[in-house]
């Protein structure tokens, strides 16, 4: 493998390495172009607890919509923490204000017994539509998120999954 990458010209080595960067801005440009559409930072989020089996398994795949701030109970919200960066997927179970009220929610997991407020922030007693939510379930694909799972939960397969992925596109012929 090694002699294999000795053997090519600066240039083609170089061409390479720019089809790796311009793989990496494309998936990174409709990230992006997705979280515009959705109006949402994360359009796609992974489901890592079991807190809402039966709707959702650990490791589905879900798409986000956060265009129209009007939230109804029973829909499957996923809001951030404030201070923490990890996405939780939970049910709205009531709402308060609305209209010229700020809207506030009150959530809980499908397969939990108790209500989110332990989850919320410290003084917070409920979810602020407009800075909390992230955006609401519009559809899901099953089990495809076991691979943002074990890359989390195992590091180093980041850096073997890069690096692989680096040597095909470096290797490649074209």
């Known amino acids: ?17 720019l089809n790796f960067a311009l793989v990496l801005s494309t998936a990174f440009m409709l990230w992006k172009g997705l979280s515009v559409i959705t109006d949402s930072p994360s359009p796609i989020v992974v489901v890592l ?5 039966p709707a959702f398994q650990r490791g589905d795949l879900l798409f986000l919509w956060n265009r ?3 939230t109804e109970v029973g829909e499957i919200v996923v809001y951030n923490v404030r201070g ?11 709402r308060f204000g609305g209209g010229d009220k700020a ?24 979810l602020d539509r407009s800075k909390d939510i992230i955006g609401s379930v519009r ?5 495809v998120g076991y ?5 989390s939960e195992h590091p ?9 992925m680096g040597l095909v596109v470096v290797l490649q012929r074209e």
């Open 156 to 164: 180093w397969l980041k850096t073997v999954m890069l690096g692989i």
């Open 1 to 17: 493998m090694l002699s294999t990458l000795s053997n090519l010209q600066p240039r083609q080595l170089a061409a390479q390495i």
């Open 103 to 126: 809207l506030q929610l009150l959530t809980k997991g499908d397969n939990n017994n108790a209500d989110d407020t332990e989850l919320y922030a410290r003084g917070q007693s409920y």
């Open 139 to 143: 559809g899901y694909v099953p089990f």
């Open 84 to 94: 923490k960066d990890i996405p939780i997927v939970h049910r709205v179970v009531r």
């Open 147 to 151: 691979v943002t799972i074990l890359l």
């Open 68 to 70: 129209g701030m009007d």
């Open 49 to 53: 607890s079991g807190s809402m089996e």
